[in-house]
Nanobody, 115 residues
Framework: VRLVESGGGLVQPGGSLRLSCAAS????????MTWFRQAPGKERELVAT????????DYADSVKGRFTISRDNAKNTVYLQMNSPKPEDTAVYYC?????????WGQGTQVTVSS
């Protein structure tokens, strides 16, 4: 089982960035996918989640209207489009796959929002 995040980096406030999480080793289309983040000195928090079919999404209040989660089950990939990021969005972003008691995590990708 592998979850590999990519697309992180340095972005200016008000810019945009798209994170990707490529999955392998399990039946991706059965799993709900979630993006979490963890800033230095803070607990890991849920950013956005999407159901197995993509029909249901939910977001943390802090990112609603700015971030969009999506998935492509044909490509076994989940995305997080980050628009108008703010410095407080700086964190390591992790993707998570969950189905029943199966729960997998990626290694994370650093996102830094700074001018």
């Amino acid at each position: 089982v592998r979850l590999v995040e990519s697309g992180g980096g340095l972005v200016q406030p008000g810019g945009s960035l798209r994170l990707s999480c490529a999955a392998s080793g399990f039946t991706f289309s059965r799993y709900a996918m979630t993006w979490f983040r963890q800033a230095p000195g803070k607990e890991r928090e849920l950013v956005a989640t999407i159901s197995s079919t993509g029909g249901i999404t939910d977001y943390a209040d802090s990112v609603k209207g700015r971030f969009t989660i999506s998935r492509d089950n044909a490509k076994n990939t989940v995305y997080l489009q980050m628009n108008s990021p703010k410095p407080e969005d700086t964190a390591v972003y992790y993707c998570n796959a969950k189905f029943g008691y199966y729960d997998y995590w990626g290694q994370g990708t650093q996102v830094t929002v700074s001018s």
